[in-house]
């Protein structure tokens, strides 16, 4: 028996390919997540006294945060976060997962422990980049954009590894959005459809003001109940999406898209819908359903045609 699950799993793992730049992009994206809020923000805005606590950074749940590694001061968490930055710029640019992969989930937890001010973008990117962990020890590329040749006896170790962990990661993705939508039945707003209504009028969230207008008119009619329910049966769906077939995961990764803009175009939630983003490319696209990126190749390719005809000039002009 032992031997047939062994030769089950070797084929499995060999007709598969987990290094491709489908997980790439899913890390880039919670990378970025992360990047946009160090990026655009001053370590003043997440690292302040909060109720109950005059002390900042948050150490008392992990003294191994990287922003509790430098005097409580400005100037030092500044420069954390400048290097935190540096970082994220490096993971996007699929540098040697190998190498950044540990950094990575490192950034993201130190954040979310320590600071006083996050989301729940943030506490996703730490959980994914801490389950992603094994597949970027595992990952033998010096670039998580490039294409691996590979045999199917290579690395065989590895893959089966990648994949497992990949499966986990599914698993988790699904757990998400069925925590989500179970929470929301137990409320009566979002039962009788008028949920969406209060969301963007909370403080904290809200629509930008040049769409405050319309929005609300919108939903202050019997038109609310689409988003409110339609988001609890997007959610619904992409719990079932583990068992679909391939076929439909496309378009289901669409809708989900789609439904995540929109949660940062009306409600301002835009690192936690890039980080969402990330997570819903683990559980919907087939890690061999490799994006090939043609408009940004053509880009490219035509910027580089320019700068060589620009040169070819300059060098003409000078002889």
Known sequence: MFK????WVAHWASSQNPFTNVYGLARSLLALATLITLLFNHSSVFFRPSAGSSEFPNCSNSLFSIFCLVPNDYFYLEIVRWISIVVLIIVISGWRPRYTG??????????????????????????????????????????????????????????????????IIKIQAVIIYFHSTVAKLASEEWINGTAVWYYVQFPMLGTPLFLEGPIMWLLSTPFVVIPTWGTLIMQTVLVAALFSAKKYRAFILLLAVLMHEVFA???????????????????????????????????????????????????????
Not at 4 to 7: G, I, N, Q, Y
Not at 300 to 314: D, P, R
Request: contains cysteine; positive net charge; proline residues 2%.
């Open 265 to 319: 175009l009306f409600l301002g939630l835009i690192s936690f819908s890039i980080a969402m983003l990330g997570v819903l490319i683990f559980l919907l696209r087939p890690l061999d359903y490799e994006f090939k990126f043609l408009f940004l190749k053509k880009v490219l390719h035509s910027l580089n045609y320019t700068f060589q005809k620009f040169k070819g000039g300059k060098y003409n002009e000078v002889n």
């Open 4 to 7: 047939k699950l062994d030769r």
């Open 102 to 167: 540990i950094i990575h989930w490192w950034i993201t937890f130190s954040f979310w422990q320590s600071a006083a001010t996050v989301d729940g973008g943030d506490q996703v990117a730490a959980v994914f980049t801490l389950l992603l962990i094994p597949i970027t020890l595992c990952d033998p590329r010096k670039n998580h954009w490039i294409k691996w040749n590979y045999r199917s006896d290579e690395f065989l170790t590895r893959k089966i590894v990648s994949l497992i962990t990949i499966m």
